[in-house]
């Protein structure tokens, strides 16, 4: 009985995933291009011709290859790397899914929870977030399998690659699961933590991004755990892992997996049915001060403009999850932005000025329609409304962020680089001009390509995420305003590098951010003016 | 000569694609009146008031809001107000520090908005509540906090969208006390809702919009006379009786 009502509990909400994904194909493609991008990341380079320009990096058919020749424990260090950052991997994402699906208290959770035992319910809800991260991370492990298969010359490899796949995505599923309840636990029992939950959920962000960034080192690391023994699970008919640590990863991943699930059962069951903390039903922190950035605003700009960047300041200061948004440019440009500080690490500064740019706007004004929610029509009827939001949008995101641009892209100039100050001092300029212009870049693409999903009546006014696709024209148009700068003050002087050349590079850059500031600004007022509800 | 009423539309019409949300809809509304707006779901009801709150253009006619075109978003919204059905507001913020947000809005100076929200939050039962944030807050206290919203700049002409919607008997008493004191002061209250004994109680002229289209108008006496069934002759066997599909009860 209980296990019928889980699988149709599942079987519920994959039906609806699909549907949802019928009615937003954009949602489907980009989903479809994420997977193709990890297959073809994992299958590597491949001797197909037209193909090896694309893929040129080494997957699973050259380590293959390298197996068959022999190259075992190298290929070893590899497999066990991406098995060990494949488990955190799944863990973190499990670890959101379970504190979003709280979070966001899905109508139907307290329906669930009366219809069903608790314990159905959390099995079904583990079993949902495996469900979810497996149709991702599986295919993906079966197209490296496959091509790992064929590069050895050994069809054993692929059944066994997915095995330990199969047992990356159920431990990790499992311990995010149980950690995402912890985390939820802790804040509905512990004041201190829930006031500070940015301080739990800052670490664990910047963990899953330098999985992304940082993955070279993430796996050498990972891989020397006992969380590699996936690894020598996956190379176990090759010979190449160690067969203990193949046999103990086989052994211990179903009983650890039901421990855990039991585990987070237990604690699914406290977290659902617990009263809402004692603290929630009458926050008091509102004491009516102002700050003196505040009181700065109210003293010098128009007070329609003052009050939009206040509201703007407190809701991000009390719903910090906004900021989490400004890590939207690791995963757009962060492998890019490595290579290239790689290949040229004195263009740093100038990567973290439009770095700065990009996650200020991601953060604060890449989607303000969607941020308004319910309170749009009102925000829109009062009178200049348009030019006011936009103005306090402005100000809220550049006030703070502008000088803390200047600031990074100046440090990263004189303490990362051999740079000389002047070209620093031009890099920040450059930063400056293109955060400012950011602002009203990041307004009008917001308004052109808002995000409205999971606009929710009830909790209307919560910040919402920018539109992948908003996110990356903005990326597009930011790295643009930069890019005459970039090839000025970078170039080498045996393809016409110099002084004269940096300076024309800079000149054209901050026209560029003068002219496509005005339009965007003009842009984005009429956005508002004429927007229909 | 006579002032402008507070709404006249003429022709007044909407369609999505194909499907006719409002039609033909004709109406002068004196102002310092409570216009009662009523009408089955999806009637029309909340199209009209976006058309003419300014937030939807209409597909053809005309309108005016206090005299001033309805196409002309910057000289309509300085004279209106509005409560959607889902009161306008940011859960991350206090309900005082809310309503001095739209006051700043509204560039309502600081000294006469910090009197009126001390005022209306008082009247309104929601002082003491006033410093918490609004995701604490009740159906009602959000209900309550958004109507203080749409009148703190005392506008001409104010569009409640279900504004007892959710309240108990008593926000609800204070709600239409509101009503009819915001008419005493020559504002003028378009007032959707589908609690009849509201409108019956408050409107000086009721509206029933049915399938797009204002099918009866009168006042509330007026309108009790059409009913051609009920043994009360009550606002409900008027609004029955205009709303009647015969195509329905052929087939019931």
């Known amino acids: ?96 899914q379970t504190y979003t699906a709280y979070a966001s208290r899905e109508t139907t959770a307290d329906a669930h929870l009366l219809a069903v035992p608790v314990e159905t319910y959390a099995a079904s809800q583990l079993l949902v977030f495996a469900g979810f991260v497996g149709a991702f991370v599986l295919p993906v492990v079966a197209a490296g399998g496959v091509a790992l298969a064929v590069g050895a010359g050994d069809p054993l490899l692929a059944p066994a690659v997915v095995v330990a796949g199969l ?284 995000n409205y999903d999971g606009l929710d009546p009830t909790d209307s006014a919560a910040t919402k995420m920018p539109k992948p696709r908003a996110a990356a024209v903005y990326a597009l148009v930011m790295s643009l305003l930069a890019s005459p700068a970039f090839a000025g003050l970078y170039a080498p002087a045996s393809v016409g590098g110099g002084a004269a050349a940096g300076a024309v590079g800079v000149a054209t850059t901050l026209l560029l951010c003068a002219a496509v500031g005005r339009l965007s600004y003009r842009r984005a007022v009429a956005l508002f003016r004429t927007h229909e509800l | 000569m006579s002032p402008d009423p507070a709404v006249q539309t003429n022709a007044l019409r909407k369609t999505y694609d194909d499907e006719v949300a409002v039609d033909d809809l004709t109406m002068t509304i004196p102002r310092g009146s409570v216009y009662g707006f009523l009408g089955p779901n999806g009637a029309g009801k909340t199209t009209t008031m976006r058309m003419l709150t300014t937030l939807t253009r209409p597909t053809s006619g005309s309108a005016t809001v206090a005299g001033q075109p309805i196409s002309d978003r910057d000289a309509v919204t300085p004279h209106i107000g509005y409560l959607p059905e889902e009161p306008p507001l940011y859960d991350e913020l206090t309900g005082r520090e809310q309503l001095e947000y739209f006051a700043g809005l509204r560039d309502v100076p600081e000294e006469t908005a910090s009197e009126r929200i001390e005022s209306l939050l008082d009247r ?42 959710g309240l108990d008997p008593r926000a609800a008493r204070t709600m239409r006390d509101t009503i009819a004191e915001l008419a005493e002061r020559e504002m003028t209250v378009f007032l959707s809702t589908h609690i009849l004994p509201v409108v019956d109680e408050l409107a000086d002229t009721v509206g029933v919009l049915h399938d797009g289209r204002l099918v009866a108008e009168g006042t509330p006496d007026g309108l009790k006379q059409r009913a051609e069934t009920g043994e009360q002759r009550s606002l409900e066997d008027a609004f029955l009786a205009v709303t009647h599909d015969p195509a329905d009860a052929e087939t019931a």
């Open chain 2, 124 to 165: 309104f039962d929601l002082l003491e509540d006033a410093d918490k944030r609004i995701d604490a807050y009740s159906k009602g206290m959000r209900q309550k906090t958004g109507v203080i919203q749409a009148v703190l700049h005392e506008p001409d002409v104010v569009f409640l969208d279900e504004p007892t919607s």
């Open chain 1, 167 to 450: 047992g990356v995505v159920a431990l990790g599923t499992a311990v995010g699961f149980v950690g995402g309840l912890a985390i939820l636990r802790a804040f509905q029992t512990v004041p201190q933590v829930r006031e500070h939950r940015l301080a739990v959920g800052g670490p664990l962000a910047l963990v899953y991004f330098t999985l992304f960034v940082e993955s070279r080192r993430a796996g050498s690391l990972l891989g020397a755990t006992p969380l590699g023994w996936y690894g020598d699970l996956a190379l176990a008919p090759s010979g190449a892992g160690a067969v203990g640590h193949a046999l103990l990863a086989a052994g211990v991943t179903l009983p650890l997996a039901v421990l855990l699930g039991a585990v987070g059962v237990r604690l699914g069951s406290t977290v659902w049915l617990a009263d809402p903390p004692e603290g929630d039903a009458g926050q008091t922190d509102a004491d009516g001060s102002r700050s003196p950035a505040e009181r700065l605003l109210a003293a010098t700009c128009a007070r329609p403009t003052a009050a939009v960047a206040r509201a703007n300041w407190l809701r991000l200061r009390r719903a910090p999850k906004a900021l989490f948004f400004m890590a939207m440019p690791v995963i757009i440009v962060g492998s890019t932005s490595a290579e290239l500080t790689r290949a040229i690490p004195d263009s740093l500064p100038m990567v973290v000025a439009v770095y700065g740019g990009l996650a200020l706007g991601m953060g604060v004004t890449l989607n303000p329609l969607g941020n308004e929610g319910a309170v749009l029509p009102a925000t829109v009827l009062a009178p200049g409304g348009e030019r006011r939001l936009v103005h306090g949008y402005v100000l809220a995101m550049a006030l703070p962020g502008v000088p803390l641009v200047a600031l990074a892209t100046l440090l990263a100039g004189l303490w990362l680089t051999a740079l000389p100050p002047a070209v620093v001092l031009a890099t920040v300029v450059v930063g400056v001009a293109v955060a400012l212009t950011g602002t009203v870049v990041s307004l009008a693409i917001g308004g052109l390509l808002p």
């Open chain 1, 1 to 96: 009985m209980a296990r019928r009502q889980a699988l149709s509990i599942v079987r519920t909400k994959f039906r609806r995933l699909v549907r949802v994904g019928r009615t937003k194909p954009w949602l489907a493609l980009i989903q479809a291009f994420t997977l193709a991008t990890g297959m073809a990341v994992v299958i590597g380079r491949v001797p197909v011709p037209g193909l090896s320009v694309l893929l040129q990096e080494p997957g699973g058919y050259v380590y293959g290859q390298r197996l068959a020749a022999g190259d075992g424990p190298a290929v070893r260090r590899t497999v066990a790397g991406v098995a060990g950052i494949g488990v955190v991997f799944v863990a973190l994402v499990t670890v959101l």
